[in-house]
């Protein structure tokens, strides 16, 4: 008996001792459980917020991207406007030229004061708008529709600077829910004497703001300055009621302060009950402070939590099934596996997310060379290599106009928000010298695009350059960054290029950027690197400096190593030599640009005075130019005719009535193309922005004009113009048959 009490005694204690570990398991696994869903439960709502506020970054950006093309499509049309009040039929040629050339404006209005032309009575705006394919224009100031009380005329009429109006339903103008760019217009004593306008329709905006949701359910709502909706799910709310008449059903004080914060231009988040007394979450932001407008990201609780509670609940009764079934030791062997392995996974995932990224990054930088194999006269190569898996540094290059436009630039930090600034950054370099050729323009516009809501103080160093083809001719800014080499023929001439002391783009709004200008040589490299070059650094922590890259480029012309690709090359291997071992600590962007021009096989000039009968001399001077490069009697023909369309143009339209000056026409031959070069002093004139003539029209009801450009653009090949430095550049080529 006793014996079977001793055996009996260890055996309960076992149990007893199995059970209290499977009740402690339990309770353990109860308290992970209960601890992992607090930790998932945060992450998701950190994610959420880092989702909604990227969302509410990115669409203030597409939206300020589109107002700032609109803003910068009217400035640059307003001078025309000043220059021709003395011509108001003009004003409606100069809406139409708007809207023909921005897609995103829909009509435009040049709306006078009171009596500004008498001839023209009270109100006086040629509007024009589009409509499907056509543009077409009419008077919007009738007695239904006095624009001078209108909130696009009446306050940059006080105010005397560009304003954007509240949204509205433009009824007797437009016919469609917009809003409007207003500049003002002086004359030349500088009194406001008109309203320069463009019109945005805000289709696009509803759009814009409601793709791409994360979650099904989640939402966007955007407001006017003064709380109106623009965009809401509920089609019946829109333009129709106040965001106060929305929330004020709704029992709730953090509505009502979110209301006043987005009013307020402020931006956070908050957790509100809806109409159904459930909760959303918000996260609202101003989006831009030039309209006021404020955006807002709802995303409903249930939604965010949904498929964590689901996987909660399962794991927890998967967690019971093993603690049955297989005990503490199993149990815990299995969660050591699974949760090992879930951390692989993710390190997985990250890395792969960076590998895409990084190859994202890489895909938005030039990335075929020779870029331009059919192009002699310039040879580029450019090269990226990030310190982490994506980076900060850019560079960029396209030719428009025959004129090579580039840069390279270096964000402030290194990583995702590098890399975020950074595409930025070449977006906004692209987009703006799509339209404006002076280098200090396109740095300044993009400074002020960078520096406006900079909550994270990033920004960028920048160099930008734009290179007269043609010529050589090169005007430059720089914005904090390290001055180009230029690098000679041979060696003979190897040093740093001057660049004025500007700060990096977006660190002050509105800061003035200077502008300077040189002739590239033919057959110079010009080499543009960022300071992860010259900060390179050894184990010893010493600098690769500025004077080794000199040494190495002298080197390199020496050993006749002077392409830009191999002069690149040589580069890089003479910094990983001199690293060795270390890490590499910044990004490293290199770029050269090889100049060597065509050499000109013929060139011969003409200078006349602004007088009609003076134009003789010209059909002699091109019977001279058609003898030395042999021309056919019909091609001839052609070129006199289109030689004298265009200088005539210039003496009636650049020089008016009663003024001197001369007209300057250079001929060249360079390979396959004859080029005809035709320059003045006189006012600006384009020529080229005259809209060809419909010949099928009957004489009677042709326009005046235009017939000429019509005939100078069928006789030649290419007709280009350009303003440089007080001058009318007028080119003219033509190949060879």
Not at 656 to 673: L, Q
Request: a negative charge.
């Amino acid at each position: 008996m006793k014996s079977i009490v001793k055996k009996a005694v260890p055996q309960s204690l076992r149990s007893r001792t199995s059970f209290a570990i499977i009740v402690t398991a339990a309770i353990l696994v109860e308290i992970t459980s209960g601890v992992q869903y607090y930790f998932a439960q945060k992450g998701i709502s950190e994610g959420v917020e880092s989702s909604a506020q990227a969302e509410l970054k990115s669409k203030s950006l597409e939206i300020r991207n589109v107002m700032n093309v609109v803003e910068v499509a009217v400035d640059n049309m307003a001078w025309a406007v000043e220059q021709r009040l003395s011509q108001p039929d003009s004003m409606v040629g100069i809406t139409r030229k708007l809207l023909a050339d921005n897609e995103y404006i829909v009509g435009s209005a040049i709306a006078f004061e009171p009596y500004y032309y008498k001839q023209k009575g009270r109100q006086f705006s040629p509007y024009s708008y589009k409509h499907g394919s056509s543009i077409l224009s009419k008077q919007l100031g009738t007695d239904t529709y006095d624009y001078h009380n209108m909130e696009w005329y009446t306050v940059p009429m006080k105010s005397g600077r560009g304003h954007w109006s509240e949204p509205y339903y433009d009824e007797g103008g437009g016919e469609m829910l917009m809003s409007t760019y207003s500049l003002p217009i002086h004359n030349a004593a500088g009194r406001c004497i008109a309203i320069f306008t463009a019109d945005v329709s805000l289709e696009w905006l509803s759009k814009l703001v409601n793709s791409h949701h994360v979650y099904p359910s989640s939402y966007n709502i955007l407001l006017s300055r003064v709380g109106r909706i623009i965009v809401c799910p509920v089609d019946n709310f829109v333009m129709r009621k106040n965001i106060a008449q929305v929330t004020s059903d709704l029992d709730d004080t953090v509505a009502i302060r979110v209301n006043r914060e987005m009013l307020a231009g402020k931006s956070g988040n908050a957790e509100i009950r809806n109409a159904q007394g459930e909760t959303d979450l918000v996260f609202y932001a101003q989006m831009d402070k030039e309209t006021g407008w404020s955006m807002a990201v709802v995303y409903p609780e249930k939604e965010l939590y949904s498929s964590l509670i689901r996987v909660a609940l399962s794991l927890f009764i998967l967690m019971l099934v093993g603690l049955a079934l297989m005990g503490f030791i199993i149990w815990r062997a299995a969660r050591s596996a699974k949760h090992l392995q879930e951390i692989n996974t993710e390190k997985e995932r990250i890395g792969s997310e960076l590998r895409i990224a990084s190859e994202i990054q890489k895909s938005m930088l030039p990335k075929t060379f020779p870029p331009y194999p059919d192009r002699d006269e310039i040879t580029i190569y450019g090269q990226l290599t990030p310190a982490k898996a994506v980076g900060g540094d850019l560079y960029d290059f396209y030719i428009r106009d025959e004129k090579l436009f580039y840069c390279v630039g270096d964000v402030s930090g290194k990583g995702v928000p590098a890399s975020l600034v950074m595409a930025v950054t070449r977006a906004l370099f692209r987009t703006i010298s799509a339209h404006v050729s002076e280098p200090e323009q396109i740095v300044r516009q993009l400074s002020n695009t960078i520096a406006e809501d900079n909550e994270m103080n990033m920004f960028v160093t920048l160099f930008v350059g734009v290179i007269d083809l043609k010529t050589g001719f090169m005007t430059y800014c720089n914005a904090g960054h390290d001055a180009p080499m230029l690098i000679s023929k041979n060696g003979r001439r190897v040093g740093m290029l001057p660049v004025d002391s500007n700060l990096p783009a977006g660190i002050m709004y509105g800061w003035d950027f200077t502008r300077q200008e040189t002739t590239i040589d033919s057959e110079t490299t010009i080499f543009i690197y960022t300071d992860g070059l010259t900060e390179a650094e050894n184990v010893v922590h010493e600098q690769f400096g500025e004077e080794r890259i000199v040494r190495i480029a002298k080197a390199a012309c020496t050993e006749r190593v002077m392409t830009p690709h191999m002069l690149i090359d040589k580069m890089t291997d003479e910094v990983r030599t001199f690293v060795g071992e270390a890490e590499q600590s910044d990004d490293l962007t290199m770029m050269a640009i090889l100049y060597n021009p065509k050499k000109v096989d013929f060139h011969h000039s003409l200078t006349l005075v602004n007088d009609i009968s003076a134009i003789p001399k010209l059909h002699e001077f091109l019977v001279e130019f058609a003898d030395k490069v042999e021309l056919d009697a019909t091609l001839m023909s052609s070129l006199d005719l289109a030689l004298e369309e265009s200088v005539v143009n210039v003496m009636e339209y650049a020089y008016p009535k009663g003024t001197s000056g001369t007209v300057n026409i250079v001929s060249t031959v360079d390979g396959d193309f004859m080029q005809f070069v035709i320059s003045d002093a006189g006012k600006p004139f384009d020529p080229t922005k005259q809209k060809n003539v419909d010949i099928n029209l009957p004489a009677e009801k042709r326009p005046i004009g235009g017939l000429g450009i019509f005939l100078v653009r069928q006789i030649m090949d290419t007709v280009t113009y350009e303003r440089v430095e007080g001058r009318n550049i007028l080119t003219l080529r033509k190949k060879f048959k």
